[in-house]
């Protein structure tokens, strides 16, 4: 089957222009300003928590940047690695994953001296940090816990 590219009054086709030539302006708004829309509207007995574990998150490295995915706030390096369970009302989780898809990784090895890790899979863990006074107790747990787990993301 022939592919015809259909010429208009001296302007070029997607399919001629030059890669260059491209939009690349983003059509939505940036990705901070998701996740900061996305919280502000969100109805959560634990959204101060939730607030803080993003801080946290973000302050582990200039390279992870934040959005929202899978409907809820969810974390990035060059690909999503984590994602705050909501379905959870008592305590703040984060479900650590390699993607959308998984990714073949030599054996995942996370410091959990605390014992908040739950694997669920070779390449996905549920993270309880709990709320109030126990999420702020086990913060340094949680930066550990990333700056592993960015590894293999």
Known sequence: MATTVRKTAGKKSVAERPKTARRKTPSR???????????????????????????????VSPTISDGVKWNSLSFRKSDWFATVNLRSTDVVQLVFHTGAKAKDNP???????????LWLAKDRVLVTLGSGRTLKTNAKACEAIVTAWIKYA
């Open 107 to 117: 054996e995942m090895k996370i410091p959990d001296p605390s014992g908040l890790v």
């Open 29 to 59: 708004p940036l990705a901070e300003d998701a996740s900061s829309s996305f919280l502000d509207a969100l109805d959560h007995p634990l959204k101060a928590d939730i607030e803080t574990v993003r801080k946290l998150i973000l302050g």
